[in-house]
């Protein structure tokens, strides 16, 4: 069983690991990858220098809407990044929000949103579209061999 379903994520998982990439002060940009996706490190070195002193808070992914009856406060119709890669900047951790509250289990990815949302305001968000064609989950294939990125079959 994978370490991220046996966790609390509204009281460990993503508190925690907005609360730590709070302490890295002189970090401009932190990339969350699922550990079965790959990112082409040109890509992200492209990303780093394009938005190098960016002034607004950055949030780079294959962004999705949440919908979210229950919690409309902090979840519903909020936007948040496709879990297999997403890259923001310093600008956006210094707003997270890492009291956000919400009711039920949820996706470690949308809580984050919620974090960004309810702390930063969507309007105040870049939302970047990411390059899928450097960006790689579950699987690698280049030119005849094929690379099975999924350790955990029902991954």
């Given at each position: 069983m994978q370490f991220y379903r046996n966790m609390w994520i509204r009281d460990y998982l993503y508190p925690c690991f907005a609360?730590?990439?709070?302490?890295?002060?002189?970090?401009?940009y932190?990339?969350?990858l699922d550990d079965d996706a790959l990112v082409d490190k040109d890509y992200i070195?492209?990303?780093?220098?394009?938005?190098?002193?960016?002034?607004?808070?950055a949030y780079i992914s294959d962004h999705r809407i949440f919908r979210d009856p229950w919690n409309p406060q902090s979840l519903d119709r909020v936007p948040y990044g496709n879990g297999k890669f997403y890259m923001f900047n310093r600008q956006l951790v210094k707003c997270l929000n890492t009291?956000?509250?919400?009711?039920?289990?949820?996706?470690?990815d949308a809580v984050f949103g919620g974090m960004v949302s309810t702390g930063?305001?969507?309007?105040?968000?870049?939302?970047?579209r990411e390059n899928d064609a450097w960006i790689w989950h579950k699987g690698y294939t280049?030119?005849?061999?094929?690379?099975?990125?999924?350790?955990?079959?029902?991954?």
């Open positions: 609360r730590a990439v709070k302490n890295f002060k002189t970090k401009e932190f990339i969350k070195i492209d990303l780093v220098k394009k938005l190098s002193g960016y002034k607004r808070p009291s956000m509250t919400y009711i039920g289990p949820r996706n470690e930063c305001g969507t309007s105040n968000v870049a939302y970047i280049s030119k005849n061999k094929h690379n099975d990125l999924a350790f955990i079959k029902n991954h």
